[in-house]
């Protein structure tokens, strides 16, 4: 085997320089790094399903012995078909955070009394016995007229009161609310004058709850950390 000799040695590296891949020579040092970019937008979210109800009551419900749920049978919405006339029950179709409210309206001695319940376990209550002693039956110059008039003389010597509640209730999707009516209350109510109500709707769903907590989150956190920069 022929050895080279020196000047065939530098001409071989002569011709590996030429060679060689460009980038050895065209890249220069590195940058410093730039700054984060700007966050970018969202994917487009699926909607919130619509769900909504709102039902009232045509009969009166007595004094009784034994706990009650309010079947308001008399439905004015119901959107996403997850309220029941028939048992009173509302059926949470997603998790999210519901508005909810009642009411119910007591007269003539009765007191009433009703509870929101959720799985069994009480969320609101709302209590009124004004039917039964703010007035007293008029007499002496109250009956006759010629002294004051009292919203019992109007009413005949009946009175009436009402009780209502509401608030924002999370609910998983198959958890169910109703309202209940206790023993020893009952709730008046008339035909066509719709006294008492159960309503509700889906405010937002837990996904949005979530997406919003986190953007507060992240939007908080560059406030705090700039306000304790300065801080020794």
């Not at 970019?37 to 009784?64: H, I, Y």
């Not at 012995?65 to 009173?88: C, D, K, Q």
């Amino acid at each position: 085997m022929r050895r080279l000799s020196g000047p065939h040695i530098l001409g071989l590296f002569y011709v590996i320089f030429l060679l060689r891949p460009t980038w050895w020579w065209c890249t220069g040092r590195h940058g410093s790094k730039g700054q984060k970019g700007d966050r970018g937008t969202p994917a487009e979210q699926t909607p919130a399903p619509v769900v909504g109800f709102s039902a009232t009551l045509d009969q009166n419900l007595p004094r009784s012995g034994e706990y009650r749920v309010v079947r308001f049978n008399v439905v004015l919405t119901n959107h996403g078909a997850a309220y029941s006339p028939s048992t009173g029950v509302f059926t949470a179709p997603v998790n999210g955070s519901y508005l909810v409210g009642f009411s119910g309206v007591g007269y003539d001695g009765q007191d009433i009394l009703l509870h929101l319940v959720r799985n069994g376990q009480r969320q609101l209550s709302a209590f009124d016995n004004s039917g039964c002693s703010c007035c007293a039956v008029p007499s002496g110059s109250a009956a006759s007229g010629t002294g004051d008039v009292s919203s019992a003389s109007l009413t005949g010597g009946k009175c009436a009161g009402s009780a209502s509640n509401s608030g924002i209730i999370p609910l998983e999707r198959g958890d169910r609310l109703w309202v209940e009516l206790p023993d020893g209350y009952g709730m008046h109510n008339a035909l066509y004058h719709n006294y008492a109500s159960f309503y509700g709707h889906l405010l937002y769903t837990a996904a949005q709850v979530n997406v919003a907590t986190k953007s507060s989150a992240q939007s908080e956190a560059p406030a705090s950390m700039t306000a304790g920069a300065g801080r020794l």
